[in-house]
């Protein structure tokens, strides 16, 4: 009997190339004759371009090219970048042009582009380009930008409104009116990046035989990059190749598509040579998106003993200078206030603030973190002022799982209604409590006070909305050398795509896990994809990998049971081979299988029968199954330093069924680590004229192995009924929570001194600050 591997904790299959420098990035193709390309970026946050004047560049030898916008190819060179997730409250439809024409909105953003024969001349040349910039007041800070008078971030712009809309159910003004207690706050969740290892990259390689432009991009999402490119350049998708080798980490801003991957696509084309561009640190920060950045003005309605009459409030995300990929952030965030809790009414009202810094497009968690930050930190203030505890208030309003599927109340902009398919809230909380022994914490409090310590305990809850649509497609074909081989549309940039994928395909198939090959992120090897992003993949692509591979195990059962000459009842599929389950119990290989699919020459195929051993299913969910969990962090501050040392780290985590444990332990685990930089350390600084101020990794602090414990995880599987395989996603939930249980437990470390905080990171400086006003010293 073959393994059964859904659901074991089967050890990667990526990680012996990558772990033994096997891996192949963008970075190591390497094509004969390939130039190197470098971008002259805006110094500014606002600037009008006066002139470029690039003719010393272009004398300097080893320089192929300096290509500014009037430079590029129709319709590229006057188009704007398409906007991915368009809609109609977006009242500045604005997205950048591929190089900038006479307005630069952002520092970071591409002017021109030299291509040279290293990146050395290159990057000498780019300082050899003299633009003639003219500058402009520039905005830098979301809430400023909204107020009259501000400075437009851009010129042409009435004002920086970039989107305004309401969310809301049930009657809210009758909620407050009659409410015996109502909590308020006031949140700001800085801004962060995705600091994958790997930095953006993109080649280029266009061949005159075959008329293909093969480009390899770090992105998750070649299949949409591919549409991007063939909108850029009036060319057919057909005659255009988009390669995800592997990829360093996305975490989110590889989601979206950039100016570089259409640029270096058309430098290519241009120059009839292959062409590299490597993104370096510096840019990174410049230039790839980012995320957070929220301002939250709400207030919480509350009966006596703590239950929700109504929330409401406001809510201003700064999206930047550009709207890439619509306002799906604050969207997101205004429908994962509601979180875990039965909430009679809500009301927020959003504002989306265009600012000259670069564009926010989602990074793990894509405004989730802000909205349970928000109404955690309310269910907080309910705790501390009506004197009950944190877990207990959480307790008395979580929806119970009886009443899944548990429509929200919210309506979504396609006429749905929010519904979480399934959960248990109550019991993931009770599993984080005792993980953390959060019963044992007042003694564990108490003997730390002695000692002249301060501990804390911070808890919060979250649901997440995953596997979001509209598709994802497998195609599963039994080759004749017996092997199977799988394409996908979906990514890996470290989730273990691979694996999972494999593991449903093998058991489903019936062939062995190492007899499967993969292809991964290459738009020539299925014909439609989606990619990494919405914790999405094992949801769709996991689904349509089961739905493949049981078509093709159908015709093997078929096919075998004519060769074999037995009933199809009696064919029985292991480790790629089918076995009669009679007789002397003759068997026969997938590779004859697939030999045999094939027909005989001049003779006519059986009547039904179709070629090949192979299917593409297209899973598409009806909606977003919905996770959840709950987080329970033990910190101790030093009040001398402000440090903080996290002491344990207890999550509850519920993502439907599990394909994988082990991966699923990691995407806890790594999810948190990111969820700890942006509670304690991350932050994107941006001075009043837009100037970016963090831009190394001495200024921005990324946590290090020692400031991430390992995490207590226990799973709570509550099958989603909307998939196949009952699962929800993994990617984020680990990030989601974190700031908020982070900081509430750094709240509760210092009750001695009635400190409250509302804005992360909170970095040492914050803490002693805080501690100073409070009187600790
Ligand atoms: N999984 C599982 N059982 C489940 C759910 C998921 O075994 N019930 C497995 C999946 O099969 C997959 C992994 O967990 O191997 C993550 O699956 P999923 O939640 O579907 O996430 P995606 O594959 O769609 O990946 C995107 C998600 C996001 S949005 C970000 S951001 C993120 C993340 O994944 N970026 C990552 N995890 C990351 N992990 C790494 N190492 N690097 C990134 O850039």
């Not at 793990?364 to 930050?373: D, K, L, N, S, Y």
């Not at 398919?421 to 599993?431: I, M, R, T, V, W």
């Not at 402000?642 to 599990?658: C, E, F, K, M």
Request: net charge negative.
């Amino acid at each position: 009997m073959g393994v059964k591997h859904f659901g074991a904790r089967v050890a990667r299959l990526e990680d012996p190339a990558l772990l033994t420098g096997r891996g192949r990035y963008v970075d190591d193709v390497n094509i004969p004759g390939m130039l190197h390309a470098c971008f002259v970026r805006s110094p500014h946050g606002h600037a009008l371009i006066q002139s470029i004047d690039a003719g010393a560049a272009r004398q300097m030898p080893g320089v192929h090219a300096v290509l500014t916008a009037d430079d590029l190819p129709a319709p590229m060179a006057g188009a704007r970048m398409p906007m991915l997730v368009p809609n109609a409250a977006i009242a500045a439809l604005r997205t950048q042009h591929c190089l900038a024409r006479d307005e630069v909105c952002y520092v970071g953003q591409t002017v021109a582009v030299v291509i040279a024969e290293s990146r050395y001349l290159a990057e000498d040349a780019v300082a050899m380009v003299e633009v003639d910039y003219d500058p402009l007041p520039a905005v830098s800070d979301c809430r400023a930008a909204l107020e009259p008078g501000a400075p437009t971030a851009h010129r042409d712009l009435p004002d920086n409104l970039a989107s305004a809309f309401r969310q809301s159910f049930g009657d809210v003004d009758a909620a407050f009116a009659g409410a015996p207690h109502v909590f308020r706050e006031s949140l700001f969740q800085h801004r962060g990046g995705g600091m994958a290892l790997e930095t953006r990259g993109v080649v280029a390689h266009h061949d005159r035989i075959t008329d293909l432009l093969t480009v390899w991009s770090a992105t998750q999402t070649p299949h949409i990059g591919r549409r991007m490119i063939a909108d850029l350049l009036g060319r057919s998708p057909e005659r255009i190749r988009v390669i995800a080798p592997d990829v360093g980490g996305g975490f989110g801003p590889k989601a979206i598509f950039y100016a570089e991957e259409a640029v270096i696509a058309a430098a290519a084309l241009l120059l009839g040579t292959p062409v590299k561009w490597i993104e370096d640190r510096r840019e990174h920060f410049l230039a790839a998106t980012q995320e957070r950045d929220q301002h939250w003005d709400v207030e919480i309605a509350v009966e006596a003993d703590g239950r929700i009459r109504g929330v409401r409030g406001s809510l201003i995300h700064d999206t930047g200078a550009f709207v890439p990929w619509g306002v799906i952030m604050p969207y997101i965030a205004s429908a994962t206030m509601p979180g875990p809790y039965v909430l009679p009414a809500y009301q927020l009202d959003v504002k989306v603030a265009l600012t000259n810094k670069v564009a926010t497009t989602p990074v793990r968690g894509a405004g989730r973190p802000q909205a349970v930050f928000a109404m955690e930190r309310l269910m907080d203030r309910v705790a501390q002022g009506l004197g009950i505890d944190p877990a207990e208030v959480r307790r008395r309003n979580f929806i119970q799982p009886e009443q899944m599927p548990y429509a929200v109340g919210l309506i979504f902009r396609d006429g749905k209604p929010l519904v979480y398919d399934s959960g248990d809230y109550p019991k993931a909380q009770a599993e984080a409590l005792t993980l953390a022994d959060h019963a044992g914490f007042p003694a564990r409090k108490a003997a730390a006070l002695k000692a002249g310590r301060h501990i804390g305990i911070g808890i919060a809850n979250y649901v997440e909305g995953t596997g979001l649509g509209p598709f994802e497609g497998v195609t599963v074909r039994v080759q004749q050398n017996g092997k199977v081989l799988v394409a996908t549309g979906a990514t890996n940039q470290g989730q273990g795509t691979r694996t999972t994928l494999s593991q449903i395909i093998s058991d489903r198939l019936g062939c062995r896990i190492e007899d499967i090959e993969m292809s991964i992120g290459d738009t020539a090897a299925i014909a439609n994809g989606v990619g990494a992003f919405a914790s999405r993949q094992a949801v769709n692509a996991g689904s349509s990998a089961a739905m493949a591979a049981e078509v093709v195990r159908a015709r093997v059962v078929q096919l075998a049971a004519r060769a074999l000459g037995v009933p199809e009842a009696e064919v029985a599929i292991e480790d790629g081979k089918a076995i009669a389950q009679s007789g002397n119990r003759p068997e026969i290989g997938f590779g004859d299988l697939a030999r045999l699919s094939q027909g005989m020459p001049g003779f006519s195929m059986a009547a039904g029968d179709m070629p090949g051993l192979e299917h593409t299913a297209y899973f598409t969910p009806p909606q977003a199954s919905y996770c959840s969990g709950t987080h329970v962090v033990e910190a101790e501050v030093d009040i001398m330093t402000g440090g903080v040392r996290l002491l344990t780290y207890s999550v509850a985590h519920d993502s439907g069924t599990i394909i994988n444990p082990l991966i699923v332990d990691g995407q806890v685990q790594g999810g948190v680590a990111h969820g700890i930089g942006n509670a304690l350390m991350e932050f994107m600084k941006y001075d009043e004229n837009a100037q970016p101020v963090t831009t190394t990794f001495a200024d921005y602090l990324m946590p290090m192995a020692t400031d991430v414990p390992t995490c207590r995880i226990a799973h709570v599987e509550s099958p989603s009924p909307l998939n196949p395989l009952g699962v929800k996603g993994a990617g984020e939930g680990g990030t989601i929570p974190a700031a908020a249980a982070i900081v509430a437990a750094v709240e509760d470390a210092l009750s001695p001194f009635g400190i409250r905080f509302s804005e992360t990171p909170l970095t040492p400086e914050r803490i002693v600050e805080a501690l100073t006003v409070a009187g600790a010293y």
